[in-house]
């Protein structure tokens, strides 16, 4: 619908576990970003990628690697991740970084156990 | 701090009457907001946008107002419809850590649409 797809849409995990994410946008876009949405809490933004160099990693635990192999692709890679990380993540893409109308992707559902 | 954040979490509307969202900003250099709708096991949809330098912006019945004077923005949505239904957010933009820019988004507002 928005021309940003994302797989899986739901994930279920445990702790010791290595799963990825991904993301992939059929817009021409340049910028993709990854947001964590929790319940009750805004939009947390975690990494942007412009022309497929990362240029902003908002604090977040080296348990979440992104990789952006292409400016239409984008992955977040999950290791031994705690169950406060479960939540709704959100991939968007852009025109370019920062000033245009993001497009959102409808999210995976992650579950930690 | 700065933030971002909406003054009410739950908004009950009849259908047909109009629903104004509010949304407070803390940054006055932030120059671009949006308003987000995100209905249930969706991502967040591109409503309307508005620039500091302006004050009003219309869109297909809704219309986004900006007061810079008191960091206050509203997303007025004319003869609310069962499909309205939703959460909305807020964001603006401003300068991220690496001098570039990124978006703060509100906590959101759910919106019913009461039959």
């Known amino acids: 619908e928005t021309g940003v797809t994302q797989t899986p849409r739901h994930l279920v995990m445990g702790m010791t576990n290595k799963k990825s994410l991904k993301c992939e946008q059929h817009?021409?876009?340049?910028?993709m970003y990854w947001y964590k949405q929790s319940a009750k809490k805004p939009l947390e933004l975690m990494f942007v990628y412009n022309f497929k160099e990362q240029t902003e990693n908002n604090s977040v635990p080296s348990r979440f690697s992104p990789e952006c192999p292409n400016s239409s692709h984008l992955f977040l890679h999950l290791h031994t991740l705690q169950p406060e990380d479960s939540a709704l993540y959100l991939c968007?893409?852009?025109?370019?970084?920062?000033?245009?109308?993001?497009?959102f992707g409808p999210g995976t559902r992650l579950t930690v156990l | 701090g700065e933030s971002v954040g909406l003054h009410l979490p739950t908004l009950s509307v009849q259908e047909g009457d109009n629903s104004i969202i509010n949304c407070a900003y803390s940054?006055?250099?932030?120059?671009?907001f949006i308003w987000y709708k995100q209905e249930s096991g969706k991502g967040p949809q591109f409503i309307i946008d508005?620039?500091?330098?302006?004050d009003k912006r219309q869109g297909q019945r809704v219309t986004v107002l900006l007061n810079k004077t008191v960091k206050h923005l509203s997303l007025q949505i004319a003869a609310t419809q069962p499909g309205d239904s939703a959460v909305y957010f807020c964001?603006?933009?401003?300068?991220?850590?690496?001098?570039?820019?990124?978006?703060?988004f509100g906590t959101g507002t759910r919106l019913k649409v009461l039959a």
């Open positions: 817009l021409g876009h340049n910028a």
């Open positions: 968007a893409s852009s025109q370019f970084e920062g000033v245009n109308e993001q497009f």
């Open positions: 940054n006055s250099a932030s120059d671009y």
């Open positions: 964001a603006e933009n401003r300068s991220g850590t690496s001098g570039t820019y990124k978006y703060i």
């Open positions: 508005i620039r500091s330098n302006m």
